[in-house]
């Protein structure tokens, strides 16, 4: 079977703790995601949007539902399969950007081309090329802390497409930057996914960016909602 689909997931939910101190952070989130599609997710703090990121990019398990990527059910894979499916198939930007302070720019993004296999100088050379597409050619050098936060959140960029990935995700990429740089950082990551019919999910609360979308998906209280037809009923 063919699927247009880059993400499907149905029915998914995740509780946290257990006996009475059981909290539900998604209470059965049915999302589709095209594939090139550039998605934001917005919502409440606490509403669930970490929390259905981190199950689509297959670092946490869902408590109930199912989630395809690519038409591939990833919900039924064994978990030793995770790390090679997540290093393949998904590139991810963390909010704090978590970059290997004792690392230059250069070798934080080799690092990911050296875990696919490649070696040390392909890897060096990969790194500069793509630390070149997101302006930094002239700070590969640097280190973590000698970047500005938009400088910064450019190599994570650089660092999450070192892979190749076909799914991008992005958890609050802009929440560190001022209105600028986090637009700047977006119209960056957009660019450079198209390019290549990348798919991603940009989670974030940043209206500043919400135009930059080719849709928008709400989430409040671990549930899908539409706003309007929310008012309405
Ligand atoms: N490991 C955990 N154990 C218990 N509760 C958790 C855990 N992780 C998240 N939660 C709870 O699940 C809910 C959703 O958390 P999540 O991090 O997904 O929210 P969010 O929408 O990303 O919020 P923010 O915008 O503040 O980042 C929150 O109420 C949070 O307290
Ligand atoms: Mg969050």
Redesign the pocket.
């Known amino acids: 079977m063919t699927t247009e689909q880059a993400i499907r997931a149905r029915g998914v939910t995740?509780v946290?703790?257990a006996g009475g101190l059981e909290?539900h952070?998604?209470r059965g989130i049915d999302v589709d995601v095209a594939r090139g599609e550039f998605l934001m997710l917005a919502?409440?703090?606490?509403?669930?949007?970490?929390?259905?990121?981190?199950i689509v990019g297959c670092v946490l398990a869902a408590t109930s539902g199912s989630v395809h990527l690519f038409g591939e059910d990833v919900t039924a894979l064994a978990p030793s399969r995770l790390p090679d499916l997540r290093l393949r198939r998904i590139g991810f930007i963390f909010?704090g950007h978590n970059l290997i302070a004792s690392l230059s720019a250069r070798e934080n993004v080799a690092l990911v081309a050296r875990m696919q296999g490649f070696g040390k100088q392909e890897a060096g050379r990969r790194a500069e090329a793509l630390l070149d597409r997101v302006g930094l050619g002239d700070k590969v050098d640097n280190l973590p802390a000698q970047l500005s936060g938009g400088q910064r959140q450019r190599v994570a960029i650089a660092r999450a497409l070192a892979g190749e990935p076909p799914l991008v995700l992005a958890?609050?990429p802009t929440a560190a930057l001022d209105a600028q740089s986090g637009l700047g950082v977006t119209e960056l990551l957009r660019e450079l996914c198209r390019e290549h019919g990348r798919t991603v999910v940009v989670?974030t609360?940043d209206s500043r960016i919400f135009h930059l979308a080719d849709r928008m998906v709400h989430?409040e209280d671990?549930r899908i909602v539409e706003p309007l037809l929310e008012q309405a009923s």
């Open positions: 995740k946290f703790g909290y952070a998604l919502g409440p703090s606490g509403s669930g949007k970490t929390t259905l990121l981190s909010q958890d609050e989670v609360h989430i671990g």
